[in-house]
Nanobody, 126 residues
């Protein structure tokens, strides 16, 4: 089973930027699609971005398109989420998550990502 540890969250003003990182260890990282999922108080979990094992295919939720960029460094077992033009609606705990089936495509469903990290808090002030 893969272990995932997120970092890079924090408090930022509206319009600012943050870069989240996710360090993976354990089961092979570079054969599995990965995603970033967020959970805000009182809201359902939302997958904001996902990426295939090779990095060649990505998916973004409509709410973050054009502002967030997901990427991965398979040589260093690290997943990233670059976030620009942040607004208060982006405030949430952000989780790094992994699919278990190797070579599979990224999924838009949070249920397809059974392995999660503990999350990192992102707070955007207005």
């Amino acid at each position: 089973q893969v272990q995932l540890v997120e970092s890079g969250g924090g408090l930022v003003q509206a319009g600012g930027s943050l870069r989240l990182s996710c360090a993976a260890s354990g089961r092979t990282f570079n054969t599995n699609a990965m995603g970033w999922i967020r959970q805000a108080p009182g809201k359902e979990r939302e997958i904001v971005a996902a990426i295939s094992w090779s990095g060649g295919t990505t998916y973004y939720a409509d709410s973050v398109k054009g502002r967030f960029t997901i990427s991965r460094d398979n040589a260093n077992n690290t997943l990233y989420l670059q976030m620009h033009s942040l607004n208060p609606e982006d405030t949430a705990i952000y989780y790094c998550a992994a699919r278990r089936s190797p070579w599979g495509p990224p999924s838009r469903s949070t249920y397809e990502y059974p392995d999660w990290g503990r999350g990192t808090q992102v707070t955007v002030s207005s």
